[in-house]
């Protein structure tokens, strides 16, 4: 079966930017799947940051929409993000998840174990 | 955005016995189709969150039959019909009907 893993610095300076990768084992990344981003503040809920598609096409979160970029290399089978002019309130565990493209999608019905980015000086 | 709320927020509950958790959206998660766009998911202590229900009333694949989810539109209901130990976490409702995906504030459940 399918395993998400994230990987990618622990520690991000404020106003820099953030780039984690996701990389897609078990199964080919496909077209059947959008693959997401969803982030968790210490001791808080879940947000979901935003969508990739292997096509290209993307859906991001408005309220992070100016920061985000979201991309997907099939040949390598990864997904990345990018999350530009970074604060403190993005510190988060990153998590990695993939959804289906149909109308009876199954959810987000597959999660990395997840990567905490801290920002700090 | 589609605001998500969940009660309560905070569950004790005893082993054995039925526990209840309700999510109410702001707007209807029904389309057309007739399918509502909610799902289930738990995150147990140290954990990623998984899936536990889907379109409303579809248990994952892999979630014992003690877990139900019922509803339609703007409210929805998710039961264990009789908790055990490893069920303790954050469950969390989200609507899938439109981006941004949102989830709700999450059900602490705790044995008593």
């Known amino acids: ?22 990389a897609v ?13 969803i982030r968790q503040p210490p001791g808080k809920g879940l947000e979901w940051i935003g969508s990739v ?11 992070l929409r100016s920061q985000v970029t979201m991309t997907i290399d ?23 998840s993939r959804h289906e493209i149909v109308a009876a999608s199954h959810g987000f019905d597959t999660w990395g174990q997840g990567a905490l980015v801290t920002v700090s000086s | 955005d589609i605001v998500m709320t969940q009660s309560p927020l905070s569950l004790p509950v005893i082993l054995g016995e039925p526990a209840t958790i309700s999510c109410r959206s702001s707007q209807s998660l029904l389309r057309e189709n007739g399918y509502n766009y909610l799902d289930w998911y738990l995150q147990k202590p140290g954990q990623s969150p998984h899936i536990l229900i889907y379109l409303g009333s579809n248990r994952a694949s892999g979630v014992p039959d003690r877990f139900s989810g019922s509803g339609s539109g703007t409210d929805f209901t998710l039961k264990i019909s009789r908790v055990e130990a490893e069920d303790v976490g954050v469950y ?9 995906f949102t989830f709700g504030p999450g059900t602490k459940v705790e044995i008593k």
């Open chain 2, 92 to 100: 969390y409702c989200m609507q899938g009907l439109e981006t941004p």
């Open chain 1, 53 to 63: 598609h292997s096509s290209g096409n993307t859906f991001y979160n408005p309220s």
């Open chain 1, 25 to 37: 084992s078990g199964d080919s990344i496909g077209t059947e799947y959008y693959w997401a981003w």
């Open chain 1, 1 to 22: 079966h399918v395993q998400l893993l994230e990987s990618g610095p622990g520690l991000v300076q404020p106003s820099e930017t953030l780039s984690l990768t996701c």
């Open chain 1, 74 to 96: 099939t040949s390598k089978s990864q997904i990345s993000l990018k999350l530009t002019d970074v604060t403190a309130a993005d510190t988060a565990v990153y998590y990695c």
